[in-house]
T-cell receptor, first 112, second 118 residues
Framework: GEDVEQSLFLSVREGDSSVINCTYT??????LYWYKQEPGAGLQLLTY?????DMKQDQRLTVLLNKKDKHLSLRIADTQTGDSAIYFC????????????FGRGTSLIVHP | GAVVSQHPSWVICKSGTSVKIECRSL??????MFWYRQFPKQSLMLMAT?????????EQGVEKDKFLINHASLTLSTLTVTSAHPEDSSFYIC??????????????FGPGTRLTVL
């Protein structure tokens, strides 16, 4: 079945760039998502990318997709303490099921 | 962006009672909503898919008689935890599928409901 893998933790210094990586196994993935979850809150959709794109940029966020390697990354420029949260990668295949598969989430810790 | 609300945001109940959680899509119609459960420091566990006007589809291992789902309208789905027990204590999150255009097919999540069963 589909599988989405993420590293569990990432620690960066305030002002540096953060790169959160994700790998997936479903070669038919059409949509790939990044969600942010702050403590005690639901998931906030940050951005998504179609599988026919290589890159998408939105202000401080840059998403890179390497479809050949099934690798997705989220880069946060000028990381701030408010960016501390859990970031979930998710992918959705092209088949009849439109239910995304989520990774376990990467906990981003930003320290001064 | 699309907004999904949940009510209540937290609830404490006694063991054996039932608790209803509401999920609403505020600015779009959602024929499909999802209910997730999240344990501390763990990823989301999909419990069921709620389809407007039809029965919910439950994931394997989820008791449909315990977790009753009703998707009565295009903007409202409810999850009722029946005869709740302490092991049902968790963070329940709903999401709604926004499929309103050719470039839009994604899920928007509610803020979650923290259920504590004493």
């Amino acid at each position: 079945g589909e599988d989405v893998e993420q590293s569990l933790f990432l620690s960066v210094r305030e002002g540096d760039s953060s790169v959160i990586n994700c790998t997936y196994t479903d070669s038919s993935s059409t949509y790939l998502y990044w969600y942010k979850q702050e403590p005690g809150a639901g998931l906030q959709l940050l951005t998504y990318i179609f599988s026919n794109m290589d890159m998408k940029q939105d202000q401080r966020l840059t998403v890179l997709l390497n479809k050949k390697d099934k690798h997705l990354s989220l880069r946060i420029a000028d990381t701030q303490t408010g960016d501390s949260a859990i970031y979930f990668c998710a992918e959705r295949g092209a088949g009849g099921s439109y239910i995304p598969t989520f990774g376990r989430g990467t906990s981003l810790i930003v320290h001064p | 962006g699309a907004v999904v609300s949940q009510h209540p945001s937290w609830v404490i109940c006694k063991s054996g009672t039932s608790v209803k959680i509401e999920c609403r899509s505020l600015d779009f119609q959602a024929t499909t909503m999802f209910w997730y459960r999240q344990f501390p420091k763990q990823s989301l566990m999909l419990m069921a898919t709620s389809n407007e006007g039809s029965k919910a589809t439950y994931e394997q291992g989820v008791e449909k008689d315990k977790f009753l789902i009703n998707h009565a309208s295009l903007t409202l789905s409810t999850l009722t935890v029946t005869s709740a027990h302490p092991e049902d204590s968790s963070f329940y999150i709903c999401s709604a599928r926004d499929f309103s255009g050719p470039d839009t097919d994604t899920q928007y999540f509610g803020p979650g409901t923290r259920l504590t069963v004493l």
